[in-house]
């Protein structure tokens, strides 16, 4: 439980003002259908999550060492580093489709979190715990409790939030990771 915990918690904070917490907002407001992109926003998220979850357990499987562990303890501190820079939705992106909301949503967001630091942070985690389920489970639930307030309230709660100390507090989340992934290698040296 501590992992999936861990993994909610983590990715909760870092979502708050990400691109994809942006990109539901112009969802919601897009379509103004909630359920549908909330299941988007879910349908996608798992798929991706799942995807690299798994894909940071089978590299530290396949490069069990050390070195590997200070590699994801640095990457970790990394995030820490990009989580204070704020994100935008890109202008180019523009959400069309034939399917309605439910498509459109899933569609979208499973691009846009492709390399975004929530998705770098599961691949980190399922590389640290080895436990894609729980990683998966419990980074799709932060997106889910970052996301759903944000496709109901919308811009009203980016505007009442402060982005710069959830940032902050976020990359201290990391930072931690990284620093404590640290202390475990050296303790093991």
Known sequence: MEIFFTSTLLVAVAEIGDKTMLL??????RFKKPIPVIAGIFTATIANHALAAWAGSALATIFMSDTFGYVVAIG???????????DKVDDDIKVVSQGGAFIATTI???VVEMGDKTQVATIALGAQYHAVWAVAAGTTLGIMIANVPAVYLGEKLVAKISLRTVHIIAAVMFLLLGLGQLWELSNRA
């Not at 539901?24 to 407001?29: K, M, R």
């Not at 970790?76 to 704020?86: D, E, K, R, S, Y």
């Open 24 to 29: 539901a907002i112009l969802l919601a407001t």
């Open 108 to 110: 979208a967001f499973f």
């Open 76 to 86: 970790f501190i990394l995030m820490a580093a990009w989580t204070l820079v704020p």
